[in-house]
């Protein structure tokens, strides 16, 4: 007999960790494995961020706080979505929780009844459909091909569109595919939404700092302030300020939304850690060039990783346009035979090819909802970037077609 809710049948563990595992097992074993797995960025996190945090730590108690996190925090955060986004938010109107995913992970919470369904664009962040499912929603997942830039156009929108639709959700730039949305291309969006009163909107904009060949980000709220009062815009620090394991991420959104969010929260975790939340409000309110800095990094490794997969001809990247991922076409590989006799049917077993064979651990696009593809994370050093698509291309080369 299970001891386990049923609720969680369906709900699957997440594949990028279930890659980083493998590649950890196989490492264990004495290969040396190149684990390009996870997305997290390799700096550490500003100095003055941490000192910041630390200074406090000496000097105050660290309590509690206010379930939607600490005033300070909040002002910080209503000035950031002023100045960098346009958006003019209040303070009732923000929440703060142990990452963007606690926010989505809450939002969901507040908001789906069973059988409402959720449009997730694929490719799409992991995590998505699992959460939705776990809160007896169903996930709607229109493909958004390479062809279309890996964009929801209006057209799919409409189509994917039903009574039951209760969120659509957009990721800009986005993981795994980097797509970037224009404002035009957003405000197209938004007209289609125009007449669906009752879908909420989720946009996810925690790579915009992320953002490559001199483009500038427009967040959706700037884009569609008609839609305001049914828009969630989600961050965080842990992409910006290489604060992964700091675990704090926002939103703004409409005040009945973000006061349930609070109910969820007070009633679970009580708040985000007091340490986390003053160094959130130290890298918001900080010197910003650590931002800049960083997003220089990731573009010249982005540069890297394009034309090392350009000279190997099975494989397909258009530039990704932001955030830190490669998400690699990889059409030509299936059906091709392993030095083993193995043949490759699909994109998992092209990743699994590639640990095996190239010990560079990728996850399959069908994590993604979006095959046949495969994601490395550019997050790791210009180096090991290197050596990673050196052993790609070997492995390829070692198939037979
Ligand atoms: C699109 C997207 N949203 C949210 C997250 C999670 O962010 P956080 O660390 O703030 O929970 C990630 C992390 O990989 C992500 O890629």
Redesign the pocket.
């Known amino acids: 007999m299970s001891h386990i809710a049923s609720r969680l049948s369906a709900v699957k563990p997440s594949a990028s960790m279930a890659v980083s595992q493998a590649a950890k097992d196989l490492a264990a074993t004495g290969v040396d494995v190149i684990d390009l797995g996870l997305?997290e960025p390799d700096f550490p996190a500003p100095a003055h961020i941490t000192e910041a945090t630390f200074a406090a730590a000496r000097k105050e108690r660290m309590l509690y706080t206010a379930s939607l996190g600490t005033a300070e925090l909040r002002k910080a955060i209503v000035a950031k979505f002023k100045r960098e986004n346009g958006l003019d938010y209040a303070i009732d109107e923000i929440a703060v929780a142990?990452?963007?995913?606690?926010i989505?992970f809450n939002a969901l919470m507040a908001t789906l009844e069973e059988g409402d369904e959720a449009i997730l664009p694929a490719p799409y962040?992991v995590?998505y459909p699992e959460m939705v499912k776990l809160f007896g929603g169903v996930p709607v997942t229109p493909a958004c091909p390479a062809e279309n830039g890996f964009r929801l156009t209006p057209e799919v929108l409409a189509a994917a569109l039903t009574d039951k639709t209760r969120w659509l959700f957009l990721?800009m730039p986005?993981?795994p595919s980097g797509a970037v949305y224009t404002e035009a291309q957003l405000k197209a969006l938004g007209a289609v939404l125009a007449k669906y009163p009752k879908v909420m909107i989720l946009s996810?904009e925690?790579?915009e700092h992320i953002l490559f060949d001199g483009r500038s980000f427009v967040s959706f709220g700037a884009a569609c302030p008609e839609l305001r009062d049914r828009s969630l815009i989600?961050n965080?620090?842990?992409?910006a300020y290489a604060m992964?394991g700091w675990?704090?991420?926002y939103a703004a959104g409409p005040r009945d939304l973000i006061k349930a969010m609070a109910t969820i929260q007070s009633q679970s975790c009580t708040s985000v850690s007091a340490p986390a939340q003053i160094a959130a409000r130290a890298a918001l309110e900080g010197p910003q060039d650590c931002v800049a800095e960083f997003r220089t990094a990731f573009e010249r490794r982005r540069n890297l990783v394009v034309e090392g997969i350009a000279k190997i001809n099975a494989l397909r990247l258009d530039p990704p346009e932001g955030?830190f991922y490669a998400y690699i076409g990889c059409a030509a590989l299936i059906g091709a035979k392993t030095p083993a006799g193995k043949t490759l049917d699909d994109d998992v077993a092209v990743a699994k090819y590639l640990l095996d064979e190239g010990h560079v651990a990728a996850v399959p696009g069908t994590a993604y909802g979006l095959s046949p593809f495969f994601r490395i994370s550019t997050a790791t050093s210009d180096g090991v970037l290197a050596e990673a698509v050196r052993r790609i291309g070997e492995a390829v080369s070692k198939l037979e077609f």
């Open positions: 997305g142990n990452g963007a995913k606690q989505i962040f995590s990721n986005g993981n996810d925690i790579y989600v965080g620090m842990s992409k992964t675990r704090v991420g955030a």
